[in-house]
């Protein structure tokens, strides 16, 4: 157990619908990073949240959105969701902004839309 | 985009032999990373050497930085079955932001 939670564990949903994926982070750690990782994109960062900020964007549809709560958990959010979305989904923490510390990440969610 | 690459993109090797593992990146970095991910789960941090450091061991890795190539390699000596798994390095082009991934090297250690 890394410390980071992920859930659910899998997905599997149809064309158009919208879900959520939540994440804990490893108690202490401010930052949240989620991240997609697909067999022909590999490992794709999507966004980045600090103590409940937006701290950084990457390669985020706008399909997608995520936020983080006062008690440091996230939520990112998956709408009008096309085959091409289906991928493993991976929450990270890191203590503050990630300087010269590693990440911590969770088991991911597998998300497979039929 | 993809900021490391690493190379090569698959390596079998027979248990007790060392595996070399090579990832070069584009901009300057803070610091470089390498991560292990067994199939299908999370990536487990392994190492991380700054940018001002040339070498780095833990354990059974041995990492290497070479700024002026833009470049790093993995070592893990005397490998065993259960370092089968797939490799990432891993940098932060600018400091604070989000850490960007290679596309891994697939190690397969067989006994």
């Known amino acids: 157990d890394s410390g980071v939670t992920q859930t659910p564990k899998h997905l599997i949903t149809a064309t158009g619908q919208r879900v959520t994926l939540r994440c804990s982070p490893r108690?202490?750690?401010?930052?949240v990073y989620w991240y997609q990782q697909s067999l022909d994109q590999g490992l794709q960062f999507l966004i980045q949240?600090?103590?409940?900020?937006?701290?950084a964007k990457g390669n985020i549809l706008e399909r997608f959105s995520a936020q983080q709560f006062p008690d440091l958990h996230s939520e990112l959010n998956l709408s009008s969701l096309e085959l091409g979305d289906s991928a493993l989904y991976f929450c990270?923490?890191?203590?503050?902004?990630?300087?010269?510390?590693?990440?911590?990440f969770g088991s991911g969610t597998r998300l497979t839309v039929v | 985009s993809q900021q490391g690459e690493e190379d090569p993109q698959a390596l079998s090797i027979q248990e007790g032999e060392n595996a070399t593992m090579n990832c070069s990146y584009k901009?300057?970095?803070?610091?470089l990373q390498w991560y292990r991910q067994n199939s299908g789960r999370g990536l487990v941090h392994l190492i991380l050497?700054?940018?001002?450091?040339r070498e780095k061991h833990s354990g059974r890795l041995r990492v290497t930085l070479d700024t002026s190539k833009k470049s790093s390699s993995l070592l893990i000596t005397a490998s065993r079955a259960a370092d089968t798994a797939s490799y990432f390095c891993?940098?932060?082009?600018?400091?604070?932001?989000?850490?960007?991934f290679g596309k891994g090297t697939t190690l397969s250690v067989s006994s």
């Open positions: 891993a940098t932060d082009p600018q400091a604070g932001t989000a850490l960007i």
């Open positions: 901009t300057s970095i803070n610091n």
């Open positions: 108690s202490g750690d401010l930052s």
């Open positions: 949240y600090y103590n409940g900020e937006e701290r």
């Open positions: 990270a923490s890191s203590v503050a902004g990630q300087l010269n510390y590693g990440y911590t």
């Open positions: 050497i700054r940018s001002n450091e």
